[in-house]
């Protein structure tokens, strides 16, 4: 498998980028431009030669090159400041036994020795190096002269590569990026032909060759082809409708796959999706498809059938290497949080050791994504408590959510302390806003490691610091209410008239106000969001916003 990946000056990468995997299960996260899709990019054109369901090497443009990249040459060229076109390099390192593909033509030289691999490069030709310094010699280029490149595919044995020599194959399952050959997707047609056995194919290849000579004997096309034999006036050769018998003209090009008799590419992205992934993970050869790389599997599928095509990959993903981008955090929980590998800057960050992966992945629900990209976050427990902490924080700032400034406010139910763990590993500014229910002591001993002594530069826990009591009892059993909680502070930081005008009510004891808004909760603080009226809020809230 692809034990590490080097990339220099392919598309967002600008320099030099390295990428250590697993053998396993690998999700690739992060905000948008941070390489995602960069990285299954360049693995799939290494081990393929396919870029976007073509092969490079008709298709080179500058827009493969970073555009900073490309830029900085540019303006270097110009200014007369000698300097040498940019290039493309895509390495793979393998930690299985590949002898055909062992050597030491690599640029990575702390590895020691020999080892096995497989490398792209786009750059300048050389036979066309004195054509290209008449180029620059004339002066005031305005794009790479990417006419003068070429494509070299090899080996770290040193030996020139084809997809076929290649004994490493990847499918490259992509729902936003339709890809399609003749009407069927290119990529299903690969990973058919990648499951099928040399006698199958060519049980194939035979009757598909039986079908296009029958066309040409076909009665019909025989008349059609005397008709347009006799048009032509100024030629004697025989015109006439045929199909290609060449050897670029094959089964797998031509056939199309088919669900429930509907052509592949007329089903749903999302069951394509679907029916690609489990193709890939049904092909039990060895030499197949032993890479997969995924592109944001959320895309087009619902909640359901996500949740059951994430079951099959981690239940039979075997010896294959799994590579995938995601923005979701059910995808991530799913498979597990020790397998993340957030990209910022070109830098990564792991999860390896965190604790509570195991917690995530069977309550798989929680939004940990949305705190491990964001840039801020308050914490609270649930509904109502967000909606009074958005309201309070635009009435701090100029009515601007706290979206708008990079801060998320994240529910978390009572799983504080593993988000705090997330927290923790990414030195990620956090604020906790919880009820001390009427205990102090107890909240400062869950929260020991981030408060007092312990605490962290990064984590702050905003609570209330006195304990209120009354003589308001609930139920049959006369349960004390606790006044310890958002709503009686609420009540506390401002009058009963003004909250019963927020609510449309006309209680005249506290008492009364606490035990309806006990009930209603998410209803009073919607009010409160809504209202034109503001309000003054407890000071631990006021500490969470500023």
Known sequence: MIEKIKIENFKCINGSFILDLKSGINILVGNNEAGKSTILEAIHLALSGIFRGKSIRGNLTQYLFNYNVVNQYIEDVNNGIPTEPPYILIELYMNGSFPILEGDKFSEKNTAGKTSGIALKIALDEKYREDYEALITAGDIASLPIEYYDVEWYSFARKALTSRSIPIKSSFIDVGFSKFQNGSDIYISRIVQNILDPDEKTKVAQAYRKIK?????????????????????????????????????????????????????????????????????????????????????????????????????????????????????????????????????????????????????????????????????????????????????????????????????????????????????????????????????????????????????????????????????????????????????????????TLNSIFGTDYSKDDELHKFMKSHKTDCALKIFSSNNKIDYPKYIMEAIL
């Open 213 to 497: 000579e029958t066309f040409s004997k076909d009665p019909s096309i025989t008349n059609i082809n005397s008709k347009i034999t006799n048009i032509s006036k100024l030629s004697n050769k025989e015109i006439e409708l045929t199909v290609d018998l060449g050897s670029r003209s094959t089964w797998d090009g031509s056939l199309i796959t088919q669900l429930d008799k509907i052509p592949f590419d007329f089903i749903g992205k999302g069951e394509q999706a679907i029916v690609k992934t489990d193709l890939a993970l049904s092909n039990k050869k060895a030499e197949s498809s032993s890479v997969i790389l995924i592109e944001e599997p959320e895309c087009h599928i619902s909640h359901t059938r996500l949740n059951q095509l994430l079951k099959n990959i981690k239940d039979n993903y075997d010896d294959k290497q799994i590579i995938i981008s995601t923005h979701s955090s059910l995808v991530s929980n799913k498979l597990g949080l020790d397998n993340l590998i957030l990209l910022n800057q070109q830098k990564t960050i792991r999860f390896d050791a965190l604790e509570s992966k195991d917690f995530f992945e069977k309550v798989s629900g929680y939004d940990t994504l949305r705190l491990i990209l964001c840039k801020k976050a308050i914490l609270v427990e649930g509904d109502s408590d967000e909606l009074v902490l958005q309201r309070a924080y635009m009435d701090n700032h100029n009515g601007k959510l706290p979206i708008e400034d990079g801060v998320e406010i994240i529910s978390v139910g009572t799983s504080f302390l593993r988000f705090l763990e997330i927290a923790k590993h990414l030195d990620l500014p956090v604020k906790v806003v919880t009820d001390n229910d009427g205990s102090i002591q107890a909240l400062e001993k869950k929260y020991s490691d981030y408060i007092g002594k312990n605490k962290k530069n990064n984590i702050e826990i905003c609570y209330d610091k006195n304990e209120y009591t009354g003589a308001l009892t609930l139920g049959k059993d006369k349960k004390p209410f606790n006044y310890n909680t958002l709503e009686p502070l609420l009540l506390k930081a401002n009058s009963l008239e």
